[in-house]
């Protein structure tokens, strides 16, 4: 793991398209966890975690455009055009997936949230805000360690109860069809979660490479 390691230097036109990225993910597994807790009143939020999920792409697509520079030729940055690909993509994914997640409640007709989608739901958020510390890390030069390490003791905290979760559809021989939604859900929470864990592996070897 990366305690005590530095990041490297961050271009400036880099580091605003790294941080566009860290509100989006902020704001967008906020936007999720409030539809999850208000839900089915909150509905309204689901255009706004749309928007959030159009964001993302955009920026996305400018990082990578400009990592590839605008002739064709690479970025002077601090990474790769490959590293920054990876790292843009998985980014997009946290955000891509929060918003599956909230649009498979409203297609599926959910009534009403079980606790353990409460639960995913917040953990997603806390891994949302170390994504964006850490980002926020790696344009300042700091130390990327401790917010890597809390992504992936969440995405294990995920992992489990999304586990337990399924496992407990199947255990109380509820409908076949409410067993299908919320597997599904579940699923698209923990893609979401996974996806943190991704950002964090694509920083590491960035901050590795770096040395």
């Not at 980002?135 to 003791?153: K, N, T």
């Amino acid at each position: 793991m990366l305690d005590g390691r530095r990041a490297p230097s961050i271009d400036a036109p880099i580091a605003t398209l790294l941080e566009e990225f860290a509100r989006t993910i902020e704001r967008s597994t906020r936007l999720l966890r409030d539809l999850v807790k208000t839900y089915p009143e909150g509905t309204g939020l689901l255009k706004d975690l749309v928007a959030e999920e159009h964001e993302g792409d955009r920026i996305a697509h400018d990082l990578i455009h400009l990592l590839n520079g605008a002739s064709g030729r690479r970025s002077p940055g601090p990474f790769d055009v490959e590293d920054g690909f990876r790292l843009a993509t998985a980014l997009d994914d946290v955000v891509d997936n929060a918003e599956a997640a909230g649009d498979m409640l409203a297609v599926y007709r959910v009534e009403a949230p079980t606790d353990q989608a409460t639960q995913l739901a917040d953990i997603l958020v806390h891994s949302g805000d170390q994504v964006a510390i850490a980002l926020g890390a790696l344009c300042r030069g700091a130390d990327l360690g401790p917010a890597l390490v809390e992504i992936h003791r969440l995405e294990n905290d995920g992992d489990r109860i999304s586990r337990d979760a399924i496992a407990s559809l199947f255990d109380e021989g509820v409908d076949p069809l409410f067993v299908i939604r919320w597997k599904d859900i579940y699923g698209a929470f923990e893609n979401a979660i996974d996806a943190c864990e991704t950002v964090a592996h694509h920083l590491e070897g960035i901050a590795l490479k770096a040395r």
